[in-house]
């Protein structure tokens, strides 16, 4: 066989496997065409022009808690354990494994017993009512500070009584607890707390966006004028879009997603992004 003709019937088996394998490979991929907009207060829908997108092999909340394994929480038990406060109080934290003596979730946990109970509580709740003259709260006993000396008997068997009586009342009036929090401001370790964890956030940030960036990607893109992605050649599975841990600006809406979904071979699966599907979708204050 001459050379041109050995050319020939190499480039003739090279073209027959070319036009074999390509339907085969295309036909195991898809692809994936999302739209992303948000929806400011008061204003009219907008897409999210030129913004990132990563198509993501796992959720980057999963990401986020895989990378925080390597820097574990503060002791909170520890920290409770330092605090300059009542044996009962820090029984109290530990019990409810929270450090918080502010807000509405504060007041919910709070029950006739714990007021009782925990010496901070009780003082706050007193100083907090027993100067109220709109309301019928119990009047303490006749007692006077040199009874606990020289009837102690007697001062602790009005204590206890006067401190059923509060706990009654407590149970026929839970609103009476309101606002005692703000007695405990200056008690309140939270802010300790918030710092002694803020320590390990970025680290944890860090780790968390190279995680994403390299382990866990499969594709990347941007949104075009209209907001449209598009992502091709993308092998059957379920992925997650993500904007990571950005938030998208429109408005005063600050928005990021991180949307499962789930590519078919040779399918093209469309996913709109909204306000509704947005891991956050917070406001501005003005």
Known sequence: MSGM???????????????????????????????ARATPSGGLEEPVRGFPFYLLSKSFESISQEASVGSPEPDMAAFIDALEVSPEMKAWMKKNHSTSLAGEDF???????????????????????????????????????????????????????????????????????????????????????????????????????????????????????????????????????????VAADVGDVRARWDVPVTVRAGATQYVALSNVNSVQASRVSP
């Open 5 to 35: 003709k050995r050319a020939a019937c190499c480039f003739i088996l090279l073209f027959a496997g070319m036009t074999a394998t390509a339907p085969r490979a295309s036909a195991q991929d898809g692809s994936i065409e999302f739209v």
């Open 107 to 245: 007041i919910r946990k709070l029950h006739a017993d714990d007021v009782i109970n925990v010496p901070e509580f009780y003082k706050a709740y007193m100083d907090r009512n027993s100067g109220d003259q709109s309301v019928d709260f119990p009047k303490p006993p006749k007692v006077k500070p040199s009874d606990k000396a020289s009837d102690p008997a007697k001062y602790q068997k009005l204590s206890a009584q006067y401190s059923e009586t509060i706990r009654h009342y407590i149970e026929q009036h839970p609103r009476s607890v309101d606002g005692i929090d703000l007695n405990l401001a200056e008690l309140d370790p939270t802010p300790k707390w918030a710092a002694l964890e803020a320590k390990r956030l970025p680290e944890i940030h860090r780790r968390a966006l190279n995680l994403a960036q390299s382990k866990y990607l499969v594709a990347r893109t941007e949104t075009n004028l209209q907001g449209q992605g598009f992502l091709r050649g993308i092998p059957p599975g379920n992925y997650w879009i993500s904007t990571l841990d």
